[in-house]
Nanobody
Framework: QVQLVESGGGLVQAGGSLRLSCAAS????????MGWFRQAPGKEREFVAT????????YNADSVKGRFTISRDNAKNTVYLQMNSLKPEDTAVYYC????????????WGQGTQVTVSS
């Protein structure tokens, strides 16, 4: 069982920045991947970014490329999402997720943190 605890959400004006954090309870992350997803009111949950824990390779959704950066801190078992140049359409609940090495999709999810961008 992996527990994920997110933090860092809040209210920010358009053009501003926020950094989300997600701390994972497990110590064994070498073959795992972690990702960020978001869900806006009335919409389905969508992929934002993912990072391979071993290689550090990242992949971002087109909607956030050039604005959001996913990173990790191995020593802290924590993944971050740096969000710059925020837009009102980025408003959503952001979820952290963990995918085990042998899984085809994410196995564990955090509780979510609200990000609200005002115009």
């Amino acid at each position: 069982q992996v527990q994920l605890v997110e933090s860092g959400g809040g209210l920010v004006q358009a053009g501003g920045s926020l950094r989300l954090s997600c701390a994972a309870s497990t110590r064994t992350l070498s073959d795992a991947a972690m990702g960020w997803f978001r869900q806006a009111p009335g919409k389905e949950r969508e992929f934002v970014a993912t990072i391979s824990w071993s290689s550090g390779r990242t992949y971002n959704a087109d909607s956030v490329k050039g604005r959001f950066t996913i990173s990790r801190d191995n020593a802290k078992n924590t993944v971050y999402l740096q969000m710059n140049s925020l837009k009102p359409e980025d408003t959503a609940v952001y979820y952290c997720a963990y995918k085990s090495g042998g899984s085809s999709w994410y196995d564990y999810w955090g509780q979510g943190t609200q990000v609200t961008v005002s115009s």
